[in-house]
């Protein structure tokens, strides 16, 4: 048997390469040159019976090396007298130490100090122990380590660990675990071996945890920017609606999910719009899902969906964003999915909402093929009638999505390969009518309940043949209907110069159907003959309502090519990254169809059709279409500097080069033949006019971090940024170049992180401002109806954003987050001139909104949350509270403050089987999320009667849900 083993020795050795040799002598050579390094330092002692561990501490100072040891061991209470000058420390250690009976070892950069009567320094012993949540749960993949030692380990299944043949000596042993506030604990390493149990804290807020979105991966903790991480716990723990409810989460965001499944509204830090996502940009792993800047169509939400495949979400608020991301001030929300791991692992999890027949399935497996190969495969179905049903099934479809690593062998980086393809259609839910009595309340009328009752028509099928004679079928019920598809990889490689290239490049293609009613006007019944689409008559009393809608019947499509390309390197204290990008951005929209109807004001209306019997009551109104692309060039530099162990600068540069080329409709043409974009929009385009526009932007941000200790910081940050104008503002027909300006962006904040015990926080306050904001006012006219005029505003915010948790005893869990804020127009006229209709109906006068607080922006929005864990259940309950708003920058119609409550509870019926309830909008609040959202600011609220009629959206009633799941 030996002489096998020492042939297979020699074999082995016959392999090692004149290379790794080489290697290995550099390697053997460079530690011995340190530690003779450190002992050739110099030290001068001038002592009359001090104490030892003092003597120590002066070398300390006079070397910068450090000692560890056992007090006891050394006795390093005990009185030296002694006078040496610049003498080497090694000569100083042999000559004073060695008499003491007290030995020396150079460990990497420390000086092991040990008693040479008791301890053999080459004696090894063994650490050993459990890792346990403060919730008492064994928590497996804990890393354990010695510091400034090589010995670590990761805990097993059981929370185990031991880190074997400790040499003897003072050691500060740190454990750390993604989700949980990381702990030290000292460690006296001796003759026997050691047991320890350590225990730790859930860190809700994750300040311990790493951050990948912005640049390179550090801890938030460290981090200038203000952060806030969603972990996959937490989103089971928020079972959010839909995509856009998640983001409630996220302090800054003031975030309206009153669509249902639909497009939702995300306010950035008071900036002004007017729906959508405007300065919000949506990443799903590292990525961007649409081009920022646009309103409800096309939406982000539609384009991702959160599911069992996101691992975590990381929004980076305000000022790195900037740099993150083309045309994004505002924040960046990176969707992350799971991509393998080195174990087997996965979730099958089937829910039911009790309250409105909905059944959804989900379910994502994971694990390795082989050694350098693992995977990731999720996703979901779904079908649900509604919270408030439309009369039929208002969503339903689902996606599929995946990722396979490559690991190279040498162990420097991988290539991923990943693709999703979703197929989902959604209600959009519209405004609706209420009772108008000055409450801010969605009061019923004429019977119908806006709160708990749906004003979509059940009629919703009809065919349209165009002026070409091709003939649409079209149907409501469809709602927003998106198919996608994407492909794309990943490649990271650490090359041997230290360089770390990763290239990013997705394809993708999507096709989005916009079948939707909205109701833009009530009006009381007179006189006049109305049918149902079957032919039959329809009766109605004088002074019933009878509701116009515009039904929008679009076909869009477009298709995204994005590739970014990074270089990052360490070179001595800088971490330096270059990057580049291109995003091309094609869309093919149309025909975008619009149509008038009438229907009833009731739940789950008939369409109606007005003086005659025949035909399906839809009054073609216009025909547009949105034809053109856009070529985004990016460059972005950024340098992260560690100025010392506690101070950290980041400094970061983007410029993005917008080109864009389109088809611009119109529908009139002149006299020598040429297009007239003067001629409204009618259901004939008369042809387009091409056109080519170009335009360079660029952001800058600077940030500083203070590392107090290992659980608090303070960071300041500073930025300028900008807001681009998109394709759809080149589109319009009656296109005028002064419409577009410069919107640049100014932000700066101040920040303080703290993680420790049971209390972790995570607080900042900024200012932002924003310059030209292009906004439409719609104005009602009695005789040509809802009129726009374009204007131009300009903001102000000071804002306060706070993330808080405390755990007063190990199974209650305390959650404050929230933003103040206050936000108001800095330079806002409109004026009636810019539409000859409105002029001609109210002459010539500018409105002035200067020094008005922004529309649908409270001034507070918080939430406080509690979990309790009694063994295998678990309790939590949380309180959203809302301050007024005010509907419109008039500040003439305010909606009141409102709390919505959930409550939840789970049940673990073994460690992998989990049985959980849950109820939203737990006291069943009423309350209007808009209101009079038809030009309310040209309206004199003191004159409008009660019981009049007006346009609104609410928040969802209560509803129940349930789930089961099952993980392994």
């Known amino acids: 048997m030996k002489k096998k083993q020492l042939v297979a020795l020699m074999l082995i050795a016959m392999k090692v390469t004149a290379v790794q040799l080489a290697f290995a002598i550099l390697f053997i050579s460079t530690v011995h040159a340190t530690a003779q390094g450190m002992l050739d330092k110099t030290v001068s002692i001038n002592a009359d019976k001090k104490e030892l561990k003092k003597i120590i501490a002066d070398i300390q100072g006079q070397t910068g090396i450090r000692f560890i040891f056992s007090a006891t061991a050394i006795q390093s209470e005990r009185t030296v007298s002694l ?164 983001l409630k989460a996220i302090p800054g965001l003031t975030v309206e999910s009153t669509g249902g499944d639909g497009p939702g509204n995300v306010w950035v830090r008071g900036f002004p719009q007017q729906g959508g996502y405007i300065f919000l940009g949506i990443m799903e792993d590292g990525l961007p899902v649409i081009p920022t800047g646009y309103n409800s169509i096309p939406s982000a939400d539609q384009y991702y969906k959160t599911d069992l495949t996101v691992k975590n979400v990381e929004a980076i608020r305000g000022g790195n964003a900037a740099i993150l991301m083309a045309n994004t001030p505002g924040a960046v929300v990176n969707n992350l999915s799971y991509t393998g791991a080195d174990h087997a692992y996965g979730k099958v999890k089937l829910t039911s909402g009790l309250s409105q027949d909905l059944y959804r399935a989900d379910a994502n497996i994971g694990g390795r093929i082989s050694e350098n190969v693992k995977y990731n495969i999720g996703g979901f179905y779904r079908t649900d009638r509604g919270i408030v049903s439309p009369g039929y099934t208002a969503n339903q479809g689902g996606q599929i999505k995946g990722n396979m690593t490559f690991g190279f062998k040498n162990k420097k980086g991988f290539i991923r390969l990943y693709g999703k393809y979703l197929n989902d259609k959604v209600q959009w839910m519209l405004p609706g009518y209420y009772s108008y009595d000055g409450s801010g309340k969605p009061r019923a ?50 090359t041997d110069n230290g360089w770390q290239i990763n290239n990013n490049f997705r394809y993708q293609t999507a096709k989005t159907n916009y079948t939707v009613g909205i109701p833009i006007g009530a009006s009381a019944y007179s006189s006049g003959n109305y049918y149902y689409t079957d032919g039959t008559a329809a009766a109605f009393k004088t002074g019933e309502n009878i509701v116009t809608a515009v039904a929008l019947a679009q076909e869009n499509q477009d298709k995204q090519i994005i590739d970014y390309l990074d270089f990052r390197k360490k070179i001595n204290r800088h971490q330096l990254t270059l990057g580049a990008g291109i995003y091309q951005y094609n869309v093919n929209n149309g025909p975008d169809n619009t149509f008038l109807f009438f229907q ?22 216009s025909t547009t279409t949105l ?111 002064a419409s577009i300006k410069k919107r640049p962006v100014y932000l700066g904040e101040l920040g303080v992180k703290y993680a420790q015990g049971n209390v972790s926080l995570f607080a900042s ?30 903001t102000r915010t000071y804002s306060a954003e706070f993330e808080l948790s405390y755990r007063p005893v190990k199974q209650l869990g305390l959650r404050l987050t929230g933003t103040l804020q206050d936000s108001k127009y800095t330079d806002y006229n409109a004026s009636t001139n810019t539409n000859p209709s409105v002029l001609a109906e109210m002459g010539d006068t500018t409105y002035s909104f200067t020094g008005k607080r922004t529309e ?49 509870i789970g049940y673990d019926i073994t460690r992998k089987i989990v049985l959980k309830g849950w109820v939203d909008n737990l ?41 089961v799941s099952y993980e392994f």
């Open 83 to 246: 006078c040496v000058k610049d003498q080497k420390l090694g000569t100083f250690l042999q000559q004073i130490f060695v008499p003491l009976h007290i030995g020396y070892k150079v460990v990497n950069d420390q000086l092991l100090l040990y008693n040479t009567d008791n301890v053999q320094l080459d004696r090894e012993v063994s650490i050993s122990g459990t890792v346990k949540s403060n919730k008492g749960e064994l928590l497996p993949g804990v890393t354990i380590q010695l510091r400034n030692t090589g010995s670590s380990a990761l805990t097993d299944a059981e929370g185990r660990f031991e880190l074997k043949r400790v040499a003897a000596g003072s050691y500060t042993l740190a454990a750390s675990y993604i989700g949980y506030i990381s702990k030290e604990l000292p460690v006296v390493v001796g003759d026997a071996p050691l047991n320890i149990n350590v225990e730790l804290t859930e860190d809700v807020l994750q300040l311990q945890g790493v951050v990948v979105t912005g640049g390179n991966p550090k801890k938030k903790i460290e981090s200038s920017v203000a952060i806030t991480t969603v972990s996959n716990k937490d989103i089971e723990a928020r079972a959010p609606l839909n995509s856009t409810d998640l």
């Open 445 to 494: 009328v004429d019977g119908f309940d806006l709160f708990s009752q749906s004003l979509a028509t059940i009629d919703t099928k009809w065919s349209y043949t165009d002026p070409s004679g091709k003939t649409h079928n079209y149907d409501l019920s469809d709602g927003i209907h998106t198919k996608l598809g994407y492909g794309g990889f990943q490649f990271n490689y650490m």
């Open 600 to 621: 009833e004001l009731k739940e789950h209306p008939r369409r109606l059709l007005a003086g005659s019997a025949t035909g399906n009551g839809m009054i073609p109104l």
């Open 627 to 737: 034809i053109g692309n856009t070529r985004t060039l990016s460059a972005y530099v950024s340098d992260e500097i560690t100025l010392n162990e506690k101070w950290r600068l980041d400094i970061g540069f983007r410029a993005d080069n917008d080109h864009l080329t389109g088809k611009r409709p119109y529908y009139g043409v002149k006299a020598d033949g040429s297009g007239d974009p003067s001629v409204a929009a009618t259901t004939t385009i008369a042809g387009y006019t091409a056109y080519t526009e170009s335009n360079t932007n660029w952001a800058a941000s600077v940030g500083l971090n203070y590392k107090i200790n290992e659980a608090t910081a303070m960071f300041g940050r500073a930025t300028k940024a900008y807001n681009s104008p998109n394709i759809s503002d080149y589109n319009a027909t009656t296109f005028n170049p």
């Open 765 to 794: 306050a900024s200012y932002s401002a924003i310059k030209n904001v292009s906004l439409t006012i719609a104005v009602p006219t009695t005789t040509a109806g809802l009129q726009n005029i374009l204007a131009f505003g300009s």
């Open 856 to 904: 649908r922006v409270p001034v507070l929005n918080t939430e406080l949350s509690a979990t309790y864990d009694l063994k295998r259940f678990n309790i939590n309950l949380s309180a959203n509270y809302i301050g007024s708003r005010f509907t419109s920058p008039s500040d003439s119609y305010k909606l009141p403050a409102y709390v919505v409550m959930r409550g939840g």
């Open 923 to 963: 006291l069943n609040t009423k309350v209007l999320t808009e209101g009079d959202v038809r030009g309310d600011q040209f309206r004199n609220f003191s004159t409008v009667t009660k019981g009049a009629v007006m346009a609104g959206r609410t928040i969802l009633p209560r509803s129940f849900w349930a789930s």
